[in-house]
């Protein structure tokens, strides 16, 4: 038996064929639920790694230990080796193999076997600038390391594809485009109902773009200001100069926010300036944030709004802590601005297809990945594709669920 393992920069989930159809194995213990946070928290108080929405749950909850979350974008960049956790140097190695043997031992008490074989899901590109054969080497260790003696790898998109497989009915040309939480993911299939012939892959691409990013572009244009963007300093009786927004921009990524809590020449850049802004409670409200470990818990209120926009034309985004009270009223329109340099990568991608394919229309195309949701890549596929038949079906769960199609290798 072989598992099909998506491990997304969000979220991961698992599925497995029984010989008569793919089944998708609920990751979380508490509910039925199929996806799992790729979250962890090495809790220093009990030494032990809290996977999933445990993870996000300890962070809350004030327990001392050290918190990650979005790391496959990380994960092939050569210049990081790993890094320390609660005293202890950790791999990224380590890291991912903590997060595999979580969902290895629920799959096998799910699968009532000690599954030793699995098939996971790649980006077209794990991240701008790092290398993927450094991450799919490093994914394929930490797999190993958690008892996997066969290991292999498929685009995402392309197992997303064979998802559709069973629906088809004559042979189809399938565009699918996978608008993750960090990548992008492209592909176009000529697929055949089964039993017939073999299916051909077209094109395959990847920009890394995701809802991370659209996150952050709400967090940049829209907070900000809260935390002394655009506020002054006062460096003389009659001299005012605008508050340095390095100092400020850092927590437009939860990660960096993070980050910003151990580091000493942030501090002590920050404490220098304090005392000369205008705004003094503006940026006691970002060292709130920052030495509260707020940072996580900021994205997530931005990301609930962010969610609600996929249905609701406005929304507002909540978040109080401390003397943080935030109530900022967020606008499907503005936030289809914000994203708009994002949004035209994705579009050059669907042109390239165009272009290297000589492809005009397909016959499906299919939108998997939680950021596809959003209502502006509907209209943007619309434009392009304008005959296809557009499928939405499962667009958490259709990656690794077309993992384990049973046909398919590699
Ligand atoms: N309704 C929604 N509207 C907009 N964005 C959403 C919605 N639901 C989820 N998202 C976003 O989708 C992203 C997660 O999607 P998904 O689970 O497909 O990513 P992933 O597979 O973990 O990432 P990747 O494939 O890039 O590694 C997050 O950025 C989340 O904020
Ligand atoms: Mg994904």
């Known amino acids: 038996m072989?598992?099909?393992?998506d491990f997304g920069t969000s979220n991961s989930s698992m599925s497995f064929n029984d010989g008569e159809e793919v089944v998708m194995i609920p990751l979380e213990s508490s509910g039925e639920r199929l996806t799992l946070p790729s979250a962890w928290f090495f809790d220093d108080e009990q030494k032990i790694c809290h996977i999933g929405r445990s993870a996000i749950r300890k962070l809350g909850s004030g327990t001392r230990g050290r918190y990650m979350q979005s790391i496959k974008r990380f994960i092939g960049d050569k210049s990081i080796e790993g890094t320390n956790v609660n005293g202890k140097f950790m791999t990224f190695k380590d890291i991912i193999g903590a997060l595999i043997s979580d969902v290895k031992h629920t799959a096998d008490q799910f699968v009532g076997q000690d599954v030793r074989s699995v098939r996971i899901g790649m980006p077209f590109k794990f991240s701008s600038s790092g290398s993927n054969e450094l991450a799919l080497e490093r994914i394929a260790g930490a797999a190993h390391?958690?008892?996997?003696?066969?290991?292999?790898?498929?685009?995402?998109?392309?197992?997303?594809?064979?998802?559709?497989?069973?629906?088809?009915t004559s042979r189809s040309k399938v565009l699918t485009l996978d608008i993750g939480g960090g990548t992008t993911d492209l592909s176009v299939v000529e697929l055949y109902p089964e039993g017939q012939n073999e299916d051909r892959v077209l094109y395959s691409s990847g920009v890394v773009v995701g809802g991370d990013d659209f996150t952050s572009e709400i967090m940049r244009n829209k907070l900000l200001h809260y935390f002394g963007y655009g506020s002054m300093?006062?460096?003389?009786?009659?001299?005012?100069?605008?508050?340095?927004?390095?100092l400020i921009t850092g927590i437009t990524h939860w990660y960096s926010a993070l980050r910003l809590a151990r580091d000493k020449t942030f501090r002590n850049s920050l404490s220098s300036v304090k005392h000369m802004a205008v705004d003094k409670e503006k940026i006691e409200a970002l060292e709130a944030i920052i030495y509260g470990k707020q940072g996580v818990k900021l994205f997530e209120a931005v990301e609930i709004a962010k969610k609600e926009l996929s249905d609701d034309p406005d929304t507002a985004i909540l978040f109080s802590f401390e003397q943080v009270d935030i109530y900022e009223i967020l606008r499907r329109t503005e936030f289809e601005q914000f994203i708009s340099p994002h949004v035209d990568k994705i579009n050059d991608a669907i042109l390239d297809v165009k272009r290297?394919?000589?492809?005009?229309?397909?016959?499906?195309?299919?939108?998997?990945?939680?950021?596809?949701?959003?209502?502006?890549?509907?209209?943007?596929?619309?434009?392009?594709f304008s005959s296809a038949e557009l499928v939405e079906n499962n667009q958490v769960t259709s990656v690794a669920y077309g993992l384990s199609h049973a046909e398919y290798q590699v």
């Open 233 to 246: 300093i006062k460096t003389g009786p009659e001299t005012l100069i605008p508050f340095p927004s390095n």
């Open 356 to 384: 290297q394919t000589g492809i005009d229309d397909v016959d499906y195309v299919m939108l998997v990945g939680g950021s596809s949701q959003i209502p502006l890549f509907r209209r943007v596929l619309n434009s392009h």
């Open 145 to 168: 390391d958690a008892g996997f003696e066969e290991v292999d790898f498929m685009l995402e998109p392309l197992a997303a594809t064979y998802a559709l497989k069973s629906s088809v």
């Open 2 to 5: 072989r598992y099909g393992l």
